[in-house]
């Protein structure tokens, strides 16, 4: 399939490692120009090295997702290299696991900016040239935690609920204007994230690590955990022009996990 995306530039957030990098990757795979922004500069030039490698057209810049001033700089800078952003991917590292009582008010107002401040950042500085151009898309990754709450991770439940709040209601002010806006949720997939999760887990819970990828394969109907790509695809589906009539979705990529019928 075809997804006709050689003509566009996308900008990935966090896009230097896990569901970030795949994403970029794919896209790129696809055809599209990628920047790509995290906070370490050596994860950030590796990645950038190996889609180069590949054929890719990629410019990476430092930036922390959680200061406004700092990412929109690096969308400035990176449509200075690329063009204009037809394709936005909002994606951030996950807060602290803990429950209520454990966190502080500063650790809220961190993931607040992480997590919601960031995809609301980087919709207002490309939206007005997507609206203008009547072709636009966003896409936000949040986590199954938005739609299932999951013990223990009281931050990510509560602020990526409002990131599937935030998506949802911008697809409809934005749709007249050509532009689509959806939120993927990704499951329990072979990353830094979920690593460090099963650790604090394992360590929380006097268990052995491989005792966490058990459990979390016994909820998967499919039985396993998913691979980075799997997601991607969807990313790049969501992205071209074959989904233009998709928007305001909240789409799982979870082998199954989430219960629910909506």
């Known amino acids: 399939m075809d997804l006709a995306l050689r003509s566009r530039v996308a900008f990935v957030l966090a896009g230097s490692k ?3 990098r795949a994403v970029a990757e794919e896209l790129s795979a696809e055809g599209a120009a990628v920047a790509i922004c995290a ?16 054929g890719a ?15 929109m700089r690096a969308i400035e800078d990176a449509a ?21 009582e454990t966190l502080t ?10 997590l919601l401040t960031s995809a609301v950042t980087a919709a207002r500085v490309v939206l007005p040239g997507m609206r203008e151009r009547r072709w636009g898309r966003i896409l936000n990754i949040a986590s199954i935690a938005a739609k299932q709450p999951v013990d223990g991770l009281m931050l990510s439940n509560s602020l990526r609920a409002a990131v599937l709040a935030f ?33 604090h887990i394992a360590k929380t819970e006097g268990i052995d690590i491989a005792a966490t990828y058990a459990r979390w394969e016994r ?31 909240t789409i799982a990529v979870d082998g199954g996990w989430i219960k629910s019928v909506y």
């Open 80 to 100: 200075k290299a690329l063009g204009p952003i037809d394709i936005l991917v909002t994606n951030s590292g996950g807060p602290p696991a803990g429950k209520f």
């Open 219 to 249: 909820e998967i109907p499919m039985g396993r955990l998913a691979e980075p790509r799997e997601f991607a695809a969807l990313a790049a589906f969501l992205a071209s022009d074959r989904a233009s009539y998709i928007t305001g979705q």
């Open 18 to 20: 896990g569901l970030g």
């Open 39 to 54: 906070r370490g500069r050596a994860a950030l030039d590796e990645a950038a090295a190996a889609m180069r490698a590949r």
């Open 105 to 114: 008010p500063e650790q809220w107002d961190q993931a607040a900016r992480v």
């Open 167 to 199: 998506g949802r209601t911008l697809a409809n002010e934005v749709a007249a204007d050509g532009v689509t806006v959806n939120n993927l949720l990704p499951g329990y997939t072979r990353t830094e994230r979920v690593v460090e999760l099963s650790e």
């Open 57 to 71: 057209r990629v410019h990476a810049v430092a930036a922390d997702v959680a200061s406004p001033e700092d990412l």
